[in-house]
């Protein structure tokens, strides 16, 4: 019950206005990445490859995501409304609850959502599978972009968050921690639902071949 509180929490401190649009999820992400690129007013630094802390971000990032989008793809279509119970939330509301955050948080960063992008009503917006993996894909994206738009001096910098002043390595620590909690709700989803998570069938399969040959009996 702790976890989820500070996930809800976490979630909502760094909530600012409801953007209401007539656009997909997907069409606003790929709208606003459009005009981010053509958008010249403003002439870019290069920095620097993320090393420390920005790095491990990044390589928990690129970790959480192929686990969400193995898991959400193996699946089925048919499954995305399924909910433990009533008033918990369905499997494709916990990906979409992951994506919004990962739209979210990097507002901590100093990086706002996708113009246009109603985040409050994201986790609801749609049990279509197809939809639901790219706007994790998208959400993956975003939070990548801004943590690579870091120097190592921004580190250091901080943010008031659940009443306090918070460095931004406390917001990655934030970030692995919800993603990490949201993974491990969606595999036990998975599980009850009959379904094993494509690393473990992988790591099963490779076991089973490293099996040495039965001897024949006598």
Partial sequence: MRRVILCFLGFTAVSGMTWVG???AQEKVAAQRVLTATDTTTPKTALAPPSGARADL???LD????RFLDLAGAVPAEKYTWRPGEGVRSISEVYLHVAAANFNLPRLLGTQPPAGLDIRSLEKSTTDK????QTVKDSFAHIREAVQGLSEADETKTVKLFGGDRTYRYVF???VGHLGEHLGQSIAYARMNGIVPPWTEEQQRQQQQAKPAEKPKS
Avoid at 63 to 66: G, I, V
């Fill in 58 to 60: 990044l390589d928990r």
């Fill in 173 to 175: 620590v934030f970030i």
């Fill in 63 to 66: 970790y959480y995501e192929k």
């Fill in 22 to 24: 007539t656009l997909t």
């Fill in 130 to 133: 197809t939809k639901v993996i």
